[in-house]
């Protein structure tokens, strides 16, 4: 069974440039989380997607946005990229919609780096 | 708001050595999650286990070992007789209800240990 697939694995853009983001989730998953993991600062929760709405976001600004399509892959979407915006970007996905009693899958990430 | 905690930044040991990573959380919440995942330099982070608030029987994994103790609000993680494969950055996790946004049940991570084993 394929695990979560992240695309591309490396990624990168100019300062003001927009970024997009792919993550496939594992079959028969519907949520899909995505988090920010810039050096330093562990895993900061970015949003949240369930059966093809956003039931979530983080603290982060409009311009980190996405959206889940009807297979349940998703896309994250940075615009007016800062420098600050290089990171890991993770993607996981889980079977139901809550964390608390199934075990997460996390893709292997997508390294943004804004220059 | 639920918050956790990982003091230890960064550990080093030499291989065979015992290494006990620390994790302490904050929540409102009676019923919730804890986890530990492991995130090698691959980048994508390996669940370990999860352990449910109602729950505090420790728990043995072969080399892996985890102590909750809910009355000290800490779920620390031990490795005996650690290996150079356990190189990684380990993450403690929490799942509750936040409170704040639009309200839905959330996992929160810690920021993460760095262990480096030494062979």
């Known amino acids: 069974e394929a695990g979560v697939t992240q695309s591309p694995t490396h990624l990168i853009k100019t300062r003001g440039q927009q970024a997009t983001l792919r993550c496939s989730p594992i079959?028969?998953?519907?949520?899909v989380y995505w988090y920010q993991q810039a050096l330093g600062l562990g895993l900061q929760f970015l949003l949240w997607?369930?059966?093809?709405?956003?039931?979530n976001r983080g603290n982060f600004p409009p311009r980190f946005s996405g959206r889940q399509f009807p297979n349940y892959s998703s896309e994250l979407n940075v615009n007016a990229l800062e420098l600050e915006d290089s990171a890991l970007y993770l993607c996981?996905?889980?079977?139901?919609?809550?964390?608390?009693?199934?075990?997460?899958?996390f893709g292997q990430g997508t390294r943004l780096t804004v220059v | 708001a639920q918050k956790v905690t990982q003091a230890q930044t960064e550990i080093s040991v030499v291989e065979k050595e015992d290494v006990t990573l620390d994790c302490v959380y904050e929540?409102?919440?009676?019923?919730?999650?804890l986890f530990w995942y492991k995130q090698p330099p691959s980048g994508e982070l390996v669940f370990l286990i999860r352990?449910?608030?109602?729950?505090?029987q420790n728990e043995i994994s072969g080399r892996y070992s985890w102590n909750f103790q809910k009355s000290t609000s800490s779920f620390n993680f031990t490795i005996t007789a650690s290996q150079v494969v356990d190189s990684a950055v380990y993450f403690c996790?929490?799942?509750?209800?936040?409170?704040?946004?639009?309200?839905?049940?959330?996992?929160?991570f810690g920021k993460g240990t760095k262990l480096s084993v030494i062979p």
């Open positions: 996981a996905s889980i079977e139901t919609g809550l964390w608390m009693n199934t075990e997460a899958f």
């Open positions: 079959s028969g998953h519907t949520s």
């Open positions: 997607y369930d059966e093809g709405e956003e039931r």
């Open positions: 929540t409102r919440d009676t019923t919730y999650y």
């Open positions: 352990r449910n608030s109602f729950d505090e």
């Open positions: 996790a929490l799942s509750g209800f936040a409170y704040s946004g639009a309200g839905s049940y959330q996992l929160t």
